[in-house]
């Protein structure tokens, strides 16, 4: 079976500082794979998604992501975070046959000041 | 991106009563939308596929009866909580799916969220 795996639930990071959030998946099929973040009490926008080509997806707001499919993880990273980035991030399979999405459990991402 | 919207966003009710949620693609028609419930500080729990003009489909231990999703056009699906409780309250997040163009990359474009609380 498919599944996704977020494995921090909680990232503290300073401002200005570099993030990775971590995205690993199972799968023995193709999939494509996504990068969510919510805010406080709203909706899913999405970040970055990864279909085919380049390994590296750069997305909104200066994030990217790299898949790795060897290691069949999809972590995102920002260089230098901001107040604003605070959120939750969510990491999504989808498969190549349908369009249900599989979720991780999501990381919330702090920042300090 | 393709905008979904949903209404209400907050929405408080007695126990006992039904709510309706609507979501509503506004420029795009919408084939397939999907409905969640997000509980706090948890993910997205998929409780529905819905396709215009057909029943959804709902995931095992979601009660159709309760939760009644109806989809009569491609631009908007409803979800009503039926006789809701007090566990009903929750964080209902509707998305869609439609063709982008001659590129579908099947992806989902999310509403704001419907903050339900029973009393």
């Known amino acids: 079976a498919q599944s996704v795996t977020q494995l921090d639930s909680q990232v503290p990071v300073f401002e200005e500082a570099p993030v990775e959030l971590r995205c690993n998946y199972s799968s023995s099929v193709s999939v494509y794979l996504f990068w969510y973040v919510q805010y406080p009490n709203q909706g899913l926008q999405l970040l970055l998604k990864?279909?085919?080509?380049s390994t590296l997806v750069k997305g909104i707001n200066g994030f990217e992501a790299e898949f790795n499919k060897s290691q069949t993880s999809f972590h995102l990273r920002k260089p230098s975070v901001h107040i604003s980035d605070t959120a939750e991030y969510f990491c999504a399979v989808r498969l190549d046959s349908n369009y249900q999405l599989i979720w991780g459990a999501g990381t919330k991402l702090i920042i300090k000041p | 991106g393709a905008v979904v919207s949903q209404h209400p966003s907050w929405v408080i009710c007695k126990s006992g009563t039904s709510v309706k949620i609507e979501c509503r693609s506004l420029d795009f028609q919408a084939t397939t939308m999907f409905w969640y419930r997000q509980f706090p500080k948890q993910s997205l729990m998929l409780m529905a596929t819905?396709?215009?003009?057909?029943?959804?489909?709902?995931e095992q231990g979601v009660e159709k009866d309760k939760f009644l999703i109806n989809h009569a056009s491609l631009t908007l699906s409803t979800l009503t909580v039926t006789s809701a409780h007090p566990e009903d309250s929750s964080f209902y997040i509707c998305?869609?799916?439609?063709?982008?163009?001659?590129?579908?990359?099947?992806?989902?474009?999310f509403g704001e969220g419907s903050r339900l609380t029973v009393l």
């Open positions: 819905s396709n215009e003009g057909s029943k959804a489909t709902y």
């Open positions: 998305s869609a799916r439609g063709k982008a163009g001659e590129d579908d990359t099947g992806e989902l474009f």
């Open positions: 990864y279909l085919s080509g």
